[in-house]
C-alpha cells in the first residue's frame, strides 16, 4: 500500500491541503511532475470543494454535457469530490469523482488536447462502474485545454463499445457525457467567491487558482 508523503512539494509552490494524507508518496510523485495533470485537478477540485457541491456541480454539468442533462437536475447536496477514486492508468488522465446522492460524474482531467480514446474509454468505464454503487446516474466529464476541438468526436468513439443487454457506453451516458476546459472551471471559481462575498476567506485560494490557471494557459481570459 503506499505510504502516506513524506516530503513535500518546495512549499513557495501552493499546493492546497498540501499536508492532506490522501497524497501519498506516489501521489505526491504525480503532483510534482508538470507533464501530468494531478497538481492542478488537485488544486481545482480541493479549491471547489470547499463550497457544497450544490454550488457548483449542476453548474460545471451544465457547461459540459447541455442544460438538458439529467446530472444537472440531480441532487448534489452534500456530494463528496474524490481525487484518484478510480486512479485510472498511464499520464495522461487523472481522476476526480463528483460522487452524488443521485449521481456518480468521473471528471477525467487532461493536459492533453489529443488525449487517446484507450484512456477516454478507461474513464467511461470508470464512471458507469462507480455509478453502480446506489444505483446512481453515471456521467463522464472530460476537464482539458481550451484547444480540445475534437474532444466530443473522441468521446463519442471511446464510448463505442457494447456493454449491457446490447448497449452501448455511448448509449448509458448519452446526454451526460461532455468536456469543459480548465479556464472555465476557473471562471466558475471565481463566479463563487464574486456571489457569496468578495472578502471572504476563500477569496485567496480562489485567486490562487486563476493564478495558476492563467500560467498554464495565458492565451485564455479568467
Excluded at 116 to 124: D, K, N, Q, V
Excluded at 172 to 198: M, R, T, Y
Aim: hydrophobic share 45%; aromatic share 6%.
Amino acid at each position: 500500500m503506499d505510504q502516506p508523503a513524506t516530503e513535500r512539494v518546495d512549499p513557495q509552490e501552493w499546493l492546497i491541503d498540501a499536508h492532506d494524507p490522501v497524497l501519498t508518496d506516489g501521489r505526491m510523485a504525480a503532483v510534482a511532475d508538470p507533464a501530468r495533470p494531478d497538481r492542478l485537478a488537485w488544486n481545482t477540485f480541493r479549491t471547489l470543494g470547499l463550497w457544497n457541491t450544490e454550488a457548483w456541480a449542476p453548474r460545471l454539468l451544465e457547461l459540459a454535457c447541455g442544460e438538458g442533462s439529467r446530472l444537472v437536475v440531480a441532487e448534489w447536496d452534500g456530494g463528496d469530490v474524490v481525487p484518484w477514486a478510480a486512479d485510472l492508468p498511464g499520464d495522461e488522465l487523472c481522476d476526480v469523482a463528483l460522487a452524488g446522492p443521485a449521481a456518480y460524474v468521473v471528471l477525467a482531467c487532461t493536459l492533453d488536447a489529443g488525449v487517446s480514446t484507450e484512456h477516454l474509454r478507461a474513464a467511461a468505464m470508470a464512471a458507469l462502474d462507480g455509478s453502480l454503487d446506489g444505483g446512481r446516474e453515471a456521467g463522464l466529464v472530460v476537464v482539458a485545454p481550451p484547444d480540445s476541438y475534437d474532444l466530443r468526436a473522441r468521446l463519442e468513439q471511446a464510448t463505442d463499445i457494447e456493454l449491457h443487454e446490447g448497449k452501448s457506453a455511448f448509449e448509458l451516458l448519452d446526454g451526460a457525457l461532455g468536456w469543459i476546459s480548465w479556464p472555465e472551471l476557473g471562471s466558475l471559481a471565481a463566479d463563487l467567491v464574486e456571489e457569496n462575498d468578495p472578502d471572504t476567506e476563500l477569496n485567496e485560494p480562489v485567486r490562487r487558482l486563476i493564478t495558476e490557471l492563467q500560467q498554464r494557459f495565458p492565451a485564455e481570459g479568467i
